[in-house]
T-cell receptor, first 115, second 115 residues
Framework: GDSVTQMEGPVTLSEEAFLTINCTYT??????LFWYVQYPGEGLQLLLK?????DKGSNKGFEATYRKETTSFHLEKGSVQVSDSAVYFC??????????????FGKGTKLSVKP | ETGVTQTPRHLVMGMTNKKSLKCEQH?????MYWYKQSAKKPLELMFV???????ENNSVPSRFSPECPNSSHLFLHLHTLQPEDSALYLC??????????????FGPGTRLTVT
């Protein structure tokens, strides 16, 4: 079945450091890929998405490129801020096969940014 | 503001109580979802409603009973819960049609504590 694997956390960085959170997936169809962010005490917010190979999703300085050849969707940000401290989830949605739009989530990566 | 609201935000209940969680979406979506998020466990999909019809029930105990009276409202009725049911319960909605990427929009969650 479809699955998402993302790097284990927690990740601790200093402010203005470069961030990469790795995400790889397995899917039988043509999935859409997402990054969600969960700030403390809140629900999940859609951060960015990509719907086909070579698409780049971007938002709030974060970027991720849909790489079909490596089945990856790594999240990057050039300069993190303390306010980026949160848990980040990689997810896929396989629009084929009557999946009812179910999302398959990774386990989440907790990011802590120190001043 | 994600367009998905949940009430109450916090709930403490005894094991013999009956309570209900409410979710409302203002996005014109046609699918709604209940998730359970526990500490140290991945997000668990509980129920899926598409066009007000339950299409998925992931082996959830019968002490959880969902209800979807229309496409904008989703309830989770709770009775005789166990302490291990304490968790953050998240509602989400999505628009399932055509080439839509099927991203889900989440509410802020209800933090449930069973005593």
């Amino acid at each position: 079945g479809d699955s998402v694997t993302q790097m284990e956390g927690p990740v601790t960085l200093s402010e203005e450091a470069f961030l990469t959170i790795n995400c790889t997936y397995t899917a039988t169809g043509y999935p859409s890929l997402f990054w969600y962010v969960q700030y403390p005490g809140e629900g999940l917010q859609l951060l960015l998405k990509a719907t086909k190979a070579d698409d780049k999703g971007s938002n709030k300085g974060f970027e991720a490129t849909y790489r079909k050849e490596t089945t990856s969707f790594h999240l990057e940000k050039g300069s993190v801020q303390v306010s980026d401290s949160a848990v980040y989830f990689c997810a896929l949605s396989d629009r084929n096969g009557g999946s009812q739009g179910n999302l398959i989530f990774g386990k989440g990566t907790k990011l802590s940014v120190k001043p | 503001e994600t367009g998905v609201t949940q009430t109450p935000r916090h709930l403490v209940m005894g094991m013999t109580n009956k309570k209900s969680l409410k979710c409302e979406q203002h996005l014109g979506h046609n699918a709604m979802y209940w998730y359970k998020q526990s500490a140290k466990k991945p997000l668990e999909l509980m129920f899926v409603y598409s066009l007000e019809e339950r299409v998925e029930n992931n082996s959830v105990p019968s002490r959880f009973s969902p209800e979807c009276p229309n496409s904008s409202h989703l309830f989770l009725h709770l009775h005789t819960l166990q302490p291990e049911d304490s968790a953050l319960y998240l509602c989400a909605s999505s628009k399932l049609e055509g080439d839509n990427s099927y991203e889900q929009y989440f509410g802020p969650g209800t933090r449930l504590t069973v005593t």
